[in-house]
């Protein structure tokens, strides 16, 4: 059989190193040390490349991924303060809205409460149950609530997240205060499911729990 001819049995196939960047070959048997890939040789199961030597046109493609790499790697971090500043935004949007509910909370104002409360409202309470009635709610606001006791939101406790395609979540500590009183009678957690609708924003889903005295733990 002429040298450099594989014999039949053998099987050919792609170095593992093999790119277009180097034209998508090897070398043949003996030699090509003079083209543009290393030398290759045959071996059982495949055509095999032996220590790959840098050209310029494989190093100038290897140059250039690195650059595209930077690039992207920078462009991502760059989206970052944009994210953290979007957070941020939501942040105060919320908070915007969590002081006109319970300024109308707070001042008997159940129409203003209503205004900001969706139609199809669920109120999880740990001690009342689940409560679905809008109107009595507002109810409410405007006879059980209105001169009894106020709320006051621990601000440093909120946390916001984004829910994509529908609002965001708001989750935090808040008091309770009778009217008259020097300090607040009570505590609990909320979590708050806010819907952002082509009129504004509505509370959705409510989740009041862990009521308890001011100095529980």
Same mark, same amino acid.
């Given at each position: ?51 790959p030597v840098p050209n310029l046109e494989c ?21 970052i303060p944009a994210a953290q500043a979007q ?11 969590? !002081?006109? /509910?319970?300024? %109308?909370? +707070? ?5 203003? *409460? ?5 139609? $199809? ?13 809008? !109107?009595? /709610?507002?109810? %409410?606001? +405007? ?5 009894? *006791? ?5 601000? $440093? ?20 205060? +009778? ?39």
């Amino acid at each position: 059989m002429p040298e450099g001819v594989p014999h039949p049995s053998y099987r050919q196939v792609a170095p593992p190193w093999r790119s277009s960047a180097c034209g998508g070959r090897c070398g043949p048997v003996r030699g090509d040390r003079g083209g543009r890939c290393p030398a290759a040789r045959w071996r059982p199961g495949g055509l095999a490349c032996r220590h790959p030597v840098p050209n310029l046109e494989c190093s100038m493609s290897v140059r250039l991924a690195l650059a595209a790499l930077a690039s992207t790697s920078l462009a991502s971090l760059a989206l970052i303060p944009a994210a953290q500043a979007q957070e941020r935004d939501l942040h105060a949007e919320i908070m915007e809205q969590d !002081a006109a /509910l319970f300024g %109308a909370f +707070n001042s008997c104002d159940g129409e203003g *409460f209503g205004a900001l409360v969706a139609e $199809d409202i669920e109120f999880y309470h740990d001690l009342d149950g689940l409560g679905t009635d809008k !109107a009595g /709610l507002i109810e %409410a606001v +405007n006879t059980s609530i209105c001169g009894n *006791f106020r709320r006051i939101l621990d601000a $440093d406790s909120v946390e916001v997240w984004p829910v994509p395609g529908h609002g965001a979540i708001q989750s935090g500590v808040h008091y309770f205060i +009778n009217y008259g009183a020097d300090a607040p009678h009570g505590r609990g957690r909320f979590l708050h499911i806010w819907q952002e609708t082509p009129t504004g924003w509505q509370l959705r889903r409510v989740v009041s729990y862990d009521h308890g005295p001011i100095d529980a733990d």
